[in-house]
């Protein structure tokens, strides 16, 4: 692996050769300035802590056609370079960074470097959702039973269908970033008054097994399993949460069904039994069945709020769609495939989970860039992103720069990691890509990486549309 150079590579000594050329054509004042643009630049971002790369035109900029539009760019991509050179004389060792505008790398920090990248773990999720699931797949959460006029004969089984927003009306509201698009499980209630139904004689059996019963992945802390993810089941209510406990149950399908009964209760339907889990009968009919909102807006509700059970849930979704295996073992198999098969760099890529709250996951910022650049920041993807002062994980945060709520971005947060890829849009249907992953001692402490961050948003809130960068490329 290359080690990052101390001095900006910048241009090459096709500069020099076209500067003396174009004294043959243009006046020397107009030369004089264009220099200058050069020349700044490299004086600029040349320092110990600096950009490995800035990509700058290989073409011979300075010739009489072209000159207008160099001296515009020294405001759009100069002004940026030098910003950035500010920037990222603060990095720590560990971090990465790639910057791309209308298809040009304008700055690259270790991009192939494999370091823990926290929640952007959540964009491979996505991404490989979107390529294995499709935008439109629905998550279906029915009940089965015998019905008999109006009532349930035996057993009404509740069958999970993986859905990770299922709640109840009240839930969202609790949530320090509330559900977007929660599936209400009151209409599966809804349904069953419609059809007359006032009693079960039986028990209300929650259903799971979509998916397998791991409810944490192994390695995670213990100060994350139930606070940050899980229990994780393929029938989980609210979370997981009971509004009347302060602890989560340990079976979520348990816990969902004793919910549902409740509910069922305060409609007046009467249930003779009492909660339990099990596997339904294939052959038993579907009184009712509810679908959650497109998948494009559960990747919206994921990458917006950094959804970990959503991620998890995802990831075996993904397993049992392509492996007929709902686990997260076949979840990470696919992704792994699937990037491949889209051609995107995956050397050195270890998936642990789908949520990125495992510290042995790695990635890199060459395989984040180049997912979002597939995407451009106007796909599924960039429009589920959190926006910068407005929505999810960054409401509070960069609503002060110069990117405020042009800036959509992946969060990510572990100790000592802190993560933000997306877009920052300049015009209408253009957008800046962006990958940046911290890692070091303190990173994820708001002194360290807000003025990070905060450089990265102004230095890209402060471009424009013009020149384009192909008028002043090859």
């Known amino acids: 692996?290359?080690?990052?150079?101390?001095?900006?590579?910048?241009?090459?000594?096709?500069?020099?050769?076209?500067?003396?050329?174009?004294?043959?054509?243009?006046?020397?004042?107009?030369?004089?300035?264009?220099?200058?643009?050069?020349?700044?630049?490299g004086t600029s971002v040349a320092s110990n802590r600096s950009i490995?790369?800035?990509?700058?035109?290989?073409?011979?900029?300075?010739?009489?056609?072209?000159?207008p539009a160099i001296l515009s760019a020294e405001v759009r991509i100069g002004g940026l370079v030098r910003s950035l050179s500010e920037t990222v004389n603060n990095f720590p060792d560990q971090s990465c960074l790639i910057i791309s505008i209308e298809g040009q790398k304008i700055a690259s920090i270790k991009p192939n470097q494999p370091i823990i990248p926290a929640s952007n773990m959540k964009l491979l999720t996505a991404a490989t959702a979107l390529e294995v699931l499709g935008p439109d797949f629905v998550y279906t959460t029915k009940v089965v039973g015998l019905s008999d006029a109006n009532r349930i004969v035996g057993d009404l089984w509740l069958v999970g269908g993986g859905?990770?927003?299922?709640?109840?009306?009240?839930?969202?509201?609790?949530?320090?970033?509330?559900?977007?698009?929660?599936?209400?499980i009151g209409s599966l209630i809804d349904a069953l008054v419609a059809a007359g139904i006032n009693e079960i004689?039986?028990?209300?059996?929650?259903?799971?097994?979509?998916?397998?019963?791991?409810?944490?992945?192994?390695?995670?802390?213990?100060?994350?399993?139930?606070?940050?993810?899980?229990?994780?089941?393929?029938?989980?209510?609210?979370?997981?949460?009971?509004?009347?406990?302060?602890?989560?149950?340990d079976q979520p399908a348990l816990s969902a069904a004793q919910e549902f009964l409740r509910l069922l209760n305060e409609r007046g339907i009467v249930v003779?039994?009492?909660?339990?889990?099990?596997?339904?009968?294939?052959?038993?009919p579907v009184v009712a069945s509810i679908q959650s909102a497109p998948l494009s807006d559960v990747i919206a509700e994921m990458l917006t709020n950094s959804d970990n059970n959503t991620a998890e849930l995802m990831l075996k979704e993904i397993g049992l769609a392509r492996l007929s295996t709902g686990t997260r073992i076949a979840g990470t198999q696919v992704v792994l495939s699937v990037l491949q098969e889209l051609g995107l760099p995956v050397d050195g890529l270890v998936m642990i989970d789908g949520s990125g709250l495992d510290r042995g996951n790695r990635a890199t910022c060459a395989l984040l860039a180049s997912i979002l650049e597939r995407d451009g920041g106007f796909g599924v993807?960039?429009?589920?992103?959190?926006?910068?002062?407005?929505?999810?994980?960054?409401?509070?945060?960069?609503?002060?720069?110069?990117a405020s709520e042009r800036l959509h971005a992946k969060t990510g947060t572990l100790t000592g990691v802190k993560a933000l890829s997306g877009f920052v849009q300049?015009?209408?249907?253009?957008?800046?890509i962006f990958a940046l992953i911290l890692n070091g001692t303190g990173v994820s402490n708001q002194g360290s990486y807000r003025p990070i961050w905060n450089g990265l948003a102004n230095a890209l809130g402060a471009l424009t549309e013009h020149p384009s960068v192909i008028d002043i490329a090859p």
């Not at 209300?204 to 229990?231: A, M």
């Not at 300049?426 to 800046?432: D, H």
């Open 1 to 41: 692996m290359k080690r990052a150079n101390s001095k900006v590579r910048l241009g090459s000594v096709r500069v020099v050769a076209t500067l003396l050329s174009t004294v043959l054509l243009v006046g020397a004042s107009i030369i004089g300035t264009a220099y200058k643009f050069v020349n700044d630049i």
């Open 52 to 67: 490995n790369e800035v990509v700058s035109p290989n073409a011979s900029l300075l010739n009489a056609r072209r000159l």
């Open 163 to 184: 859905d990770p927003l299922l709640s109840t009306i009240g839930y969202p509201a609790t949530e320090s970033y509330p559900t977007l698009h929660p599936t209400n």
């Open 201 to 249: 004689t039986g028990n209300i059996v929650g259903d799971e097994s979509r998916y397998d019963t791991e409810r944490f992945t192994p390695t995670l802390g213990l100060g994350v399993r139930t606070t940050e993810v899980g229990p994780l089941g393929a029938l989980i209510l609210n979370d997981g949460v009971v509004l009347s406990s302060p602890i989560k149950p």
């Open 272 to 284: 003779q039994g009492t909660a339990k889990t099990g596997t339904a009968s294939a052959d038993l």
């Open 381 to 402: 993807l960039g429009n589920g992103l959190a926006i910068a002062g407005q929505t999810g994980t960054l409401r509070d945060l960069l609503g002060e720069s110069a």
């Open 426 to 432: 300049y015009a209408p249907e253009k957008s800046a």
